[in-house]
């Protein structure tokens, strides 16, 4: 069973930075494309990048140009720059099947907050 870690939120002013970081136990990680997704208080998860096995990735319109995402083996990293007050929300990782299945159990998440 994969257990996914997410690492590295935090309280940060508006402009700042944040590298996140999902850790996933177990083989079938590094064979499936990783998500980063969000949850800010009141709204609903939202896809914020994902990366292929191969390395493709594809950005929410709201943070391309801002955030990286990048694997490497087991880890899957976003780097947040430029970040803003919308961006504060719980970050996720997982695997997904398709826009509403995931092949893990979700994680604890990781609190971001951006101050203005």
């Known amino acids: 069973q994969v257990q996914l870690v997410e690492s590295g939120g935090g309280l940060v002013q508006a402009g700042g930075s944040l590298r996140l970081s999902c850790l996933g136990s177990?083989?079938?990680?590094?064979?499936?494309?990783i998500g980063w997704y969000r949850q800010a208080p009141g709204k609903q998860r939202e896809l914020v990048a994902i990366?292929?096995?191969?390395?493709n990735t594809n950005y929410a319109e709201g943070v391309k140009g801002r955030f990286t995402i990048s694997r490497d083996k087991n880890t899957v990293t976003l780097q947040m720059n430029s970040l803003k007050p919308e961006d504060t929300a719980v970050y996720y990782c997982?695997?997904?099947?398709?826009?509403?299945?995931?092949?893990?159990?979700w994680g604890q998440g990781t609190q971001v907050t951006v101050s203005s």
């Open positions: 997982n695997a997904p099947l398709n826009s509403v299945l995931f092949v893990y159990s």
């Open positions: 177990g083989s079938t990680f590094s064979i499936n494309a």
């Open positions: 990366i292929s096995v191969g390395g």
